[in-house]
């Protein structure tokens, strides 16, 4: 009695929504304890057994859940409730509560498969058809979708236009989720296309456009339909669905594009409608790109777009010609000054499109320009386009190994003129940059040391942490290439200005590491010096003497002076020696490479600055600077000061000494710190090489080695160190390498000439016994030439020259007219096996493969022989197979064979089509061997179907270079090093 | 599917309208009102209405105080979006007679009800404002 009396006050003091639109709208309590106060009422009136009441509850439950996000899933049973209502109105307010909140995963979405079914087979109520379709294109499951497959299908031939249009729009989703409704409904939708009615076209043009746009290949037989309303249709959405389809179709089919080619541009020039010229306008430069008419009208269109006021048509004129400029450049170049102007444009969207345009016109032949003015742009830019103009630039200029950068010093002086500009925040990518051009570009590198010196002496750059990874790339640059530094102890000084304290440890670590390596350069020099002006050259300045000497090693001459000659043995195993010639030296070669690029620095200033006193008081400079900081609390910091300042304490002693004893003792080269000093110098003037990241794989596992250990327990001991994150190189000496590779000639040699001694015989003997451990000589050169060591810089730096001089030699002749200004050749830039992976983007396959199976068992015809296997889809795909071989014996079939061909073998392995796009156009050319082949593959294919996805891939691109082969190749192993 | 979602917002970023298309948690929602409100109210009229959004674009217009914000996939045609909304709101201002904001907050649900006319599982299906507005004009008769 109470319940029923509260239920009536319910129904006569209940709030309705516009009551508490009001509410809301007044907020006399506050937004949201007006919400949960309402909330309360309606968890209340939800309850109650009057329909009006609750549906009136839930009509309020469902404003506030879609305009502010309170959840209604608890109330989804009450839905249901009103949802069988039998008042219009109330079910109306079911219908669309569950289309708001129902997801696969709601539990009572198995109750209402009986009511939906009930609605949509109402005879007398239209509209509650139409409320049923409309909740079931939103919240269908794939149980749904099967439970009322038959109702949909016959509606989807009801003679109301008003419930076909939406059954034929629902059909989109039954097929995502239910594939196997295609068999039964597939046909019926294809009739609709026929149909008289504007509104069913327009319908079943839209579903067959997204039906399209997951996977094309299955529509393609019914290009003639489509072509018919292409051309016929008056509705300006519907041809711009059948837009869209054509601009997939066409890429299969380059015969369709022959013929709509026409229609389109027909369509391009009449219409009025600026939506339909523009998708027009995109099919041509997407997919019809070969028209040579058809590209020249849509540009024009295009350039009209670009020119009009309004910011919409910029920017899609903008879209459109960004589509068209990989095939057509001539079109972005027509349209270069439009493009560039809008770079200032207010919208930031039309900024970066035409950002995106000047990058596509990059060559290496106007690099320097573009660049020039974007950084001018940048430079008035705000700071996030600012940055996406540096980042493009960036990208542009690395991409493919600086392929467009021919000279080197403007870019690396352009990295370091972008590092100053104010918004600058790709500090992380010009780092990686100017360390990437310094360890592959020899010839760059004193230009690098000149940029980095002149980032590192301004003490204003400090302050800015964007730049501090820019800083460190300067800092490790000025330490590793000291010896093309013009004043290395400006270098120390900088290195340890006040500011570095500015710095974070990890960075300031190798601040101090490179002063360390630029004090040795400068002791050494300074030895060298001394002991040069102590010699029997007096007159000439010191160092360029040194240079000399070591160019015409002779031996009188070298055998007198100790350091000479020790760094003589040095270049033997120094792997520039190999492959540069000898002026490219490290010590002492500074003076001429600057010279040579034209800079002011002479011998006379190198000599003059390695004074006794320079070097003392910047021993101390050292000692000063680097003394508070024994107490760091900073491991990296903390080892290298005290390195650096042992080193010092070392050599100082010595050093002070050997002033004294300047003229008596000239020949002390054995004193024990110059000893030092050269060792230390040595060590540091090795040279890091790149080491191709592939490099390790390579190396063959030995026998025995057991690499798949579980080492767990390790885990747990170093489980915070972190791995390296993936860099393209990593910076290994190649010393080792080098080593083995010169001393293993060195070997063979002498076992060639010497007579075997007994000490070789037993070497022999242990050789035997243990061949395992040991470089086999004999083959060495055989897999030489398979597999070039990752970093012989010898083999590497051959072949590089070669196709340089190759490129260097037709770029002389081609354009040697056309670019008399450029002064220099572009100098050599390393390039490793690993580095040039040319990663196509993998284009994920067509997502429903059921589905498409299906549509094309229906659209091929093939029903009865697949009707066994409908309920097994594991015979999905012979069954697929064998509506192929129908296919081709179909002489009714539009499209004829060479296409079937195309498609059988994209099918006979659901893997394989991954690598459709690729592989697309050398299938259709090797078409011709014919059926035998195929049949082989076939075989082939049932082999190998298990066998990996990666490794089907592999097969089938080798598959199609060499089709014959493919019976041999069984034995099935995985090559993880593609 | 074409079209993704449809909202409707005002110049405070308080969402008016919400269809959606596709399921989405009511924190995705939120978020995604959220990032999408701020985006586009940051724009001005000399701006073009086309934002790029994660995988997807948005094309809105500006009527008075109400945005028209439009998710599309991104091969969907931007200015057939933009009359698409033209008609929407051309519809809506033949039934409401001057159709503005308190219009659509009090009769939200005929909002919904052209909507689900015009817009079928992302589909565009019907574009005569006289069939879109004939059963809600039907409905009102009856009741």
Known sequence: MASTTSSIMDTLFQRTLEDLIKGLRLQIIGESAFISKALDEIRREIKSTDSHTKSNALQKLSYLSSLHHFDMSWAAFHVVEVMSSSRFSHKKIGYHAASLSFSDSTPVLLLITNQLRKDLTNPNNEFEVSLALECLSRIATTDLCRDLTPEIFTLLSSTKIFVRKKAIALVLRVFEKYPDAVKVCFKRLVE?????????????????????????????????????????????????????????????????????????????????????????????????????????????????????????????????????????????????????????????NIKRESLRLVMAMVSENNVVEICRVLVNYALKSDPEFCNEILGSILSTCSRNLYEIVNDFDWYVSLLGEMSRILHCQQGDEIENQLIDICMRVRDVRPELVRVGRDLLIDPALLSNHFLYRILSAAAWVSGEYVEFSRNPFELIEALLQPRTNLLPPSIRAIYIQSAFKVLIFCLHSYLLQRESTASSYPDTSALSELASKREMPEGSDSATFKAPSHSEQDEVFNPRVSNQSFEELSVGNGGDRTISHGQTSTPVTSENSFTYEAVVNHLNLIELALGPLTGSHDVEILERVRNLLCFIELIKGEVLESLVQKEENLNSAEMKSSKIIKLMSDAFSEELGPVSVSAQERVPI??????????????????????????????????????????????????????????????????????????????????????????????????????????????????????????????????????????????????????????????????????????????????????????????????????????????????????????????RRHKSPGKIREEREENGQKEKKKSSHRHARHKTRQRADVPLNVVSETPVIPDFLL | MGIRFILMVNKQGQTRLAQYYEYLTLEERRALEGEIVRKCLARNEQQCSFVEHRNYKIVYRRYASLFFLVGVDNDENELAILEFIHLLVETMDRHFGNVCELDIMFHLEKAHFMLEEMVMNGCIVETSKTNILQPIQLMEKTS
């Open chain 1, 702 to 923: 030995p026998e025995g080695l057991v690499l798949k250990e579980n080492l767990n327990d390790l885990e747990m001991i170093c489980g915070d160190i972190q791995l390296p994150s993936s860099i393209s190189f990593s910076l290994v000496s190649n010393h080792y390498e080098e080593g083995v590779g010169a001393s293993l000639p060195d070997l063979q040699s002498k076992e060639e000439l010497e007579p075997p001694s007994e000490a070789t015989s037993l070497l022999a003997e242990h050789r035997k016994r243990h061949g395992l451990y040991y470089l086999s000589s004999e083959k060495n050169d055989i897999v030489a030439n398979d597999y070039p060591p990752a970093n012989d810089p010898k083999l590497r730096d051959n072949q590089n020259n070669d196709t340089e001089d190759l490129v260097k030699l037709t770029e002389q002749l081609l354009v040697s007219k056309k670019r008399p200004n450029q002064a220099k050749p572009r100098p050599v830039v390393v390039k490793l096996d690993g580095d040039v992976v040319p990663v196509s983007a993998k284009r994920p396959g067509p997502k429903d493969d059921s589905l498409s199976g299906a549509v094309q068992e229906v659209l091929l015809g093939s029903d009865t022989r697949t009707s066994t296997s409908r309920s097994n889809p594991s015979d999905k795909s012979s069954s697929k197979r064998k509506g192929k071989e129908k296919l081709i014996t179909d002489p009714s079939f539009e499209l004829n064979d060479n296409l079937g061909d195309a498609e059988k073998l994209d099918h006979e392995n659901p893997s394989s089509r991954r690598s459709k796009h690729r592989t697309h156009g050398k299938e």
């Open chain 1, 192 to 348: 609709n296309l026929d149909s008289t009615d504007p509104h069913i076209v327009s319908a079943v043009v839209g579903v067959f456009c997204e039906l399209t746009s997951n996977d094309p290949k299955s529509y393609l037989p019914l290009a003639p339909e489509f072509y018919r309303i292409l051309v016929d249709s008056k509705n300006n959405w519907v041809l711009i669905k059948m837009l869209k389809i054509f601009a997939k179709l066409v890429l299969l089919e380059p015969r369709l594009a022959k013929r709509i080619v026409e229609p389109v541009c027909e369509h391009m020039r009449r219409t009025g409608a600026k939506s339909l010229m523009f998708e027009c306008v995109r099919t041509v430069v997407s997919s019809l790109s070969d028209y040579e008419e058809a590209v020249k009208l849509a540009v024009v269109k295009i350039r009209e777009l670009l020119l009009d006021d309004d910011p919409n048509l910029k920017y899609l004129g903008l879209n459109a010609l960004s589509i068209v400029a990989p095939k057509h450049l001539w079109a972005v170049l027509e349209n270069k000054e439009v493009v560039i102007k809008w770079l200032s444009d207010e919208d930031p």
